[in-house]
């Protein structure tokens, strides 16, 4: 069996630093791409840039009644998703001591990470199942399986969505369907900023405390070499860190 580079990839998080880094990655390697973010000036940029290999749906995924429909009303070229690649999520307000931290905060960063993957995962994988054939790739990270101090509600949705994807896996074990789960270390992607509601000087205080980061192009390397694999074979996990260089 050969792989198959002529699908749809549905990607949440695509006008983000990573999510664009996989959506390009995506279309050099022939694949069409759902763009799905709530920044809607970004994503349609973007989206722009890609080309008609691109499809942009400006989505909040913490928006369940249109998370929901997001299958709705896709172009011919794009309505059959083959690939489903849960990227978005963010950290605002993190970093901090949990009982120090905002409650409001914490709940924010398990409804976009933890619960927004859920949801549109389970909007798009009855009709992978239908068809006996499909990939959700789920972005975790390395705070799923260690523990970061300061960071409790940001680790407690990644640590979620690992077993999120295990579970599924498992019940999905009889069928055609392959999940994955990508297990990043630190990366230069906008989450640190957006962490700091904008505040370049701490992201760039933050970056500058540790000796080493992954790239977006990095990731999104990792995630194209799970999908290109045969149809047979399930790449179930990755973690991928980078190396201490200097």
């Known amino acids: 069996m050969t792989k198959d580079n002529n699908g749809v990839v549905l990607l949440t998080g695509a006008a983000g630093g990573l999510g664009r880094a996989i959506a390009r990655a995506v279309v050099a390697s022939g694949r069409r791409v759902i763009l799905v973010d709530r920044n809607a000036d970004a994503l349609t940029e973007f989206a722009t840039q890609l080309g008609k290999a691109a499809h942009p749906v400006q989505l909040d995924i913490t928006d369940h009644a249109k998370v929901d429909r997001i299958l709705d009303g896709l172009p011919a070229e794009f309505s059959r998703v083959d690939v489903l690649i849960n990227n978005a999520g963010h950290d605002i307000g993190g970093r901090t001591r949990f009982d120090q931290g905002s409650s409001d905060d914490w709940s924010g960063i398990i409804q976009t990470n933890l619960i927004g993957t859920m949801r549109i995962t389970s909007a798009v994988l009855p009709v992978m199942v239908g068809r006996n054939r499909g990939h959700v ?110």
Request: no cysteine; aromatic share 8%; net charge neutral.
């Open 137 to 246: 790739v789920n972005v975790s990270s390395i705070n799923a399986v260690r523990i970061v101090p300061d960071m409790a509600a940001y680790s407690a949705s990644k640590a979620g969505i690992r077993m999120f994807t295990e579970t599924i896996r498992g019940e999905l074990a009889e069928t055609a369907i392959r999940i994955t789960e990508i297990l990043p270390g630190l990366t230069r992607t906008g989450i640190i900023v957006t962490r700091y509601r904008g505040d370049r000087q701490k992201e760039q205080a933050y970056f500058e405390q540790f000796k080493m980061a992954l790239e977006p192009d990095d990731v999104a390397r990792v995630i194209l070499f799970a999908l290109d694999q045969p149809p047979h074979v399930q790449i179930a996990e990755i973690m991928v860190l980078p190396v201490n260089r200097f």
